[in-house]
C-alpha cells in the first residue's frame, strides 16, 4: 500500500533495538567482503571485510586481500570509465594480482576463481534473503528487486536471476538514493510509553493518562522544536498480544477508542490484525496492550520527477570488452548512463557505467529505460 513498515527489535549488527524503525534486515555480503581458502582447501567468502579503507585492491588504497569487487573487475566487469566522480580508479591489474595466491592454491585461472567469488557471495545473499522472505510468507516472483548503493547494481541481477524475480530496477542515481530519501523524508517522530495492561475498560482507564502525555510531547516536538507549521498526521498504534503470547504485534488503533475506553474495538482490531499476519484468531482470549505509541508526522515539500527525453535512434555503446560470465569470456557492450534515453533497450551481457555505480546485465537479459531513466532488467525469456 505503499507504506513501509516497521518492526520493533530489528538489530543494527549484533545489537537488537527496542524502537519502532523500518524493517531492514542486513545481509553481510558485501563488495569488501573478503575472499580466502580455507584449510580444506575450499573457497570462502566473508564474513571478513576490507570495508573502505584500505578497501579492496583495484581501488588502490593499500588494500591487498582478494574482496568481491575485486572478483568483479578480475571478470572485466567494472573500472571501463571514471568511478566515484573522478575519485576512484579501477586498478584490473591489482584486482588480478589479489586473487592470483587464491587461484595458485586452487589450481585455478584467476578469472575462473574470480567468478566462483561472485558466485559464492551470490549464494550467500541468496540463503539469507530466502529465509527473509520464507519468514514473511512472500512470492519473491511477485517482486522486483531495487538496487542502489554504489555496489547495488553491480550484483543485482545475479541475486534476481538465482531468485526467480520479476526483474531488477535501477534508479537514475544509485549511489545517493539514501541521501535523497534523507533529504524528502517528511518530519517524523515516535513517542512511546509501556502501559502493560488488559484490554478491558478498566485496563485502558489506565492508558488514559499516558495517551495523553504522549500526544502533548509529540506535538511539543512537531511545532515548538522542529518549528513546523503545517498539517500534522497523528496515529496511534500499540504493540499487543494474546495473553501468554511471547511477542507482540503492531495494531493500528483509533484515538477515540482508548477515549472512551471502548475496550471492544481495541480487540477486535488485534484479532483482524493477527488473521491477517497469520491466518487465525482467537476471539475468546483475553488480549494485552505492551506498549502504546504515538506517531506524528508533518508533510514536507517534494521535488517532481522530470521525465528523461525521449530516445531518437537507438542505444550506441561507447566500447566493447570481454568480460567474464558464467566461466566463460564473452563479447560485452559498455555503455554510460547519460548517452540513455527513454524507450532505449538493450540486451544482455552489457555493462552500464555512471559516477556513482555500475550496473551489470548478464547474458540472456534485457535492460529498457524507462520515462524518469529507470533501468528495467528483465530476464528475455519473461
Known amino acids: 500500500g505503499g507504506e513501509p513498515q516497521y518492526g520493533t527489535g530489528e538489530l543494527i549488527g549484533d545489537f537488537q533495538i527496542h524502537i519502532p524503525s523500518v524493517s531492514v534486515s542486513s545481509v553481510g555480503q558485501g563488495g569488501g567482503s573478503i575472499a580466502w581458502v580455507d584449510p580444506l582447501g575450499m573457497l570462502q567468502v566473508g564474513p571478513d571485510s576490507a570495508g573502505s579503507t584500505p578497501g579492496p585492491a583495484c581501488y588502490g588504497r593499500g588494500g591487498i586481500r582478494a574482496t568481491v569487487t575485486d572478483a568483479v573487475t578480475a571478470c572485466n566487469l567494472i573500472g571501463h570509465m571514471p568511478l566515484g566522480y573522478g575519485a576512484v580508479t579501477v586498478d584490473h591489474a591489482a584486482a588480478r594480482a589479489a586473487i592470483a595466491p587464491l587461484a595458485d592454491a586452487l589450481s585455478s585461472s584467476v578469472e575462473a576463481v574470480a567468478g566462483d567469488i561472485i558466485n559464492i557471495s551470490v549464494s550467500g545473499m541468496y540463503a539469507e534473503v530466502s529465509g527473509l522472505i520464507s519468514r514473511f510468507g512472500i512470492d519473491p516472483r511477485d517482486f522486483h528487486l531495487f538496487a542502489f548503493g554504489g555496489a547495488g547494481a553491480m550484483l543485482a541481477s545475479f541475486l534476481a536471476r538465482e531468485l526467480d524475480m520479476k526483474g531488477v530496477v535501477v534508479p537514475p542515481t544509485p549511489g545517493v538514493v539514501s541521501a535523497l530519501g534523507g533529504l524528502i523524508a517528511d518530519l517524523k517522530n515516535d513517542f512511546i510509553r509501556t502501559v502493560y495492561c488488559d484490554v478491558t475498560a478498566e485496563g485502558l482507564a489506565a492508558v488514559s493518562a499516558p495517551y495523553a502525555e504522549l500526544g502533548a510531547q509529540a506535538e511539543d516536538w512537531l511545532r515548538n522544536k522542529q518549528g513546523f507549521e503545517g498539517e500534522a498526521?497523528?496515529?496511534?498504534?500499540?504493540?499487543?498480544?494474546?495473553?501468554?503470547?511471547?511477542?507482540?504485534?503492531?495494531?493500528?488503533?483509533?484515538?477515540?477508542?482508548?477515549?472512551?475506553?471502548?475496550?471492544?474495538?481495541?480487540?477486535?482490531?488485534?484479532?483482524?490484525?493477527?488473521?491477517?499476519?497469520?491466518?487465525?484468531?482467537?476471539?475468546?482470549?483475553?488480549?494485552?496492550?505492551?506498549?502504546?505509541?504515538?506517531?506524528?508526522?508533518?508533510?514536507?515539500?517534494?521535488?517532481?520527477?522530470?521525465?528523461?527525453?525521449?530516445?531518437?535512434?537507438?542505444?550506441?555503446?561507447?566500447?566493447?570488452?570481454?568480460?567474464?560470465?558464467?566461466?566463460?569470456?564473452?563479447?560485452?557492450?559498455?555503455?554510460?548512463?547519460?548517452?540513455?534515453?527513454?524507450?532505449?533497450?538493450?540486451?544482455?551481457?552489457?555493462?552500464?557505467?555512471?559516477?556513482?555505480?555500475?550496473?551489470?546485465?548478464?547474458?540472456?537479459?534485457?535492460?529498457?529505460?524507462?520515462?524518469?531513466?529507470?533501468l528495467l532488467i528483465t530476464a528475455k525469456e519473461a
Open 233 to 374: 498526521s497523528v496515529k496511534v498504534l500499540a504493540d499487543m498480544r494474546y495473553q501468554g503470547q511471547s511477542y507482540e504485534i503492531e495494531v493500528p488503533l483509533e484515538g477515540a477508542w482508548l477515549d472512551t475506553r471502548n475496550a471492544a474495538a481495541v480487540a477486535d482490531a488485534f484479532h483482524a490484525e493477527h488473521t491477517r499476519l497469520y491466518g487465525h484468531a482467537s476471539p475468546a482470549a483475553p488480549v494485552q496492550m505492551v506498549n502504546l505509541r504515538l506517531t506524528i508526522s508533518g508533510a514536507t515539500p517534494k521535488p517532481g520527477l522530470l521525465p528523461l527525453g525521449l530516445a531518437e535512434t537507438p542505444a550506441m555503446p561507447r566500447l566493447e570488452v570481454d568480460a567474464w560470465f558464467d566461466g566463460k569470456a564473452v563479447p560485452t557492450a559498455v555503455y554510460h548512463r547519460t548517452d540513455l534515453r527513454a524507450g532505449h533497450r538493450l540486451d544482455g551481457p552489457a555493462i552500464v557505467a555512471q559516477d556513482d555505480t555500475t550496473t551489470v546485465v548478464p547474458p540472456g537479459f534485457v535492460v529498457h529505460v524507462d520515462t524518469f531513466g529507470n
